[in-house]
């Protein structure tokens, strides 16, 4: 499956892996799969890391029309792990323009500077910067 994820109730974190090859199709089973299970809380946050350069197969258009099927609350923090300027990087980009508020969506180069700002309150990261 290139999307696996691992809720942590503990501390309201969902953590994904996508990997291989991701296409419209895998991203909203993965939100269908999520919502439905129920350790989920659409007020979880999100840590997004890919595995050996996947080749993501989505479009601007696929993004937006899969805005309607994402399964977290508009206040939730998506935190992806991806070098910036990389083909996976633009791709990140690009699903965060897709969104009315791009606040809650940050790129970082590691996973400790990730999991950082999903421990900081959002209004305070806004202030910061975003």
């Known amino acids: 499956m ?8 503990e501390n309201h974190v969902v953590r994904t892996t996508f990997s291989g090859v991701v296409t419209r199709r895998d991203v909203a089973d993965y939100a ?8 989920f809380s659409p007020r979880f946050f999100e840590l997004i890391t890919f595995e ?13 029309s899969l ?7 508009d206040g939730s923090k998506r935190a992806f792990v991806a070098r910036a300027g990389s083909a996976l990087y633009g791709m990140i980009r ?3 323009s897709a969104r009315s ?5 940050r790129v970082f180069e590691t996973t400790d500077e ?9 209004g305070f990261a806004q202030a910061e910067g975003g």
């Open 32 to 39: 269908a799969r999520l919502r439905d299970d129920p350790a």
């Open 101 to 105: 508020d791009p606040y809650n969506i």
């Open 114 to 122: 990730a999991i950082l700002w999903l421990s900081t309150p959002l």
């Open 52 to 64: 050996a350069n996947p080749d993501i197969q989505l479009s601007y258009l696929d993004w937006r």
């Open 2 to 9: 290139p999307a696996q994820y691992l809720i942590d109730p």
């Open 94 to 96: 690009m699903f965060q």
């Open 67 to 73: 805005t309607d099927r994402d399964p977290f609350s």
